[in-house]
Nanobody, 123 residues
Framework: QVQLVESGGGSVQAGGSLRLSCVAS????????MGWFRQAPGNKREGVAS?????ETAYADSLRGRFTISKEKDILYLQMNSLKPEDTAMYYC???????????????????WGQGAQVTVSS
């Protein structure tokens, strides 16, 4: 099993920045791919960014340039800049044990999930 714990969420005004962290524990050798997803009330969970064990990244087209994913040892980060009210959502960290996913930004490709961190952006 892999346990994921997010932190760093909070409230910020539009144009501000936040950095989310996700600490992985347990069988962390089973985290070939890790990603950030978000879900706003009434919306489907959507992929934000992913990174694999080789450092290859993928981003949702609409977020590229504002959000940056990175990983250091067993900690996954999401740097979010120029935040907008529409970025308000619960943000989840996820991990996939092995193998290249068909779509690294698809939530059904991931096995382990954190409890989420709320991000609220006010105008």
């Amino acid at each position: 099993q892999v346990q994921l714990v997010e932190s760093g969420g909070g409230s910020v005004q539009a144009g501000g920045s936040l950095r989310l962290s996700c600490v992985a524990s347990g069988y962390t050798d089973r985290t070939d791919y890790m990603g950030w997803f978000r879900q706003a009330p009434g919306n489907k969970r959507e992929g934000v960014a992913s990174i694999n064990h080789l450092g290859e990244t993928a981003y949702a087209d609409s977020l590229r340039g504002r959000f940056t994913i990175s990983k250091e040892k067993d900690i996954l980060y999401l740097q979010m800049n120029s935040l907008k009210p529409e970025d308000t959502a619960m943000y989840y960290c996820a991990a996939r044990p092995w193998g290249r996913p068909q779509n690294p930004l698809s939530s059904d490709q991931y096995n382990y999930w954190g409890q989420g961190a709320q991000v609220t952006v006010s105008s």
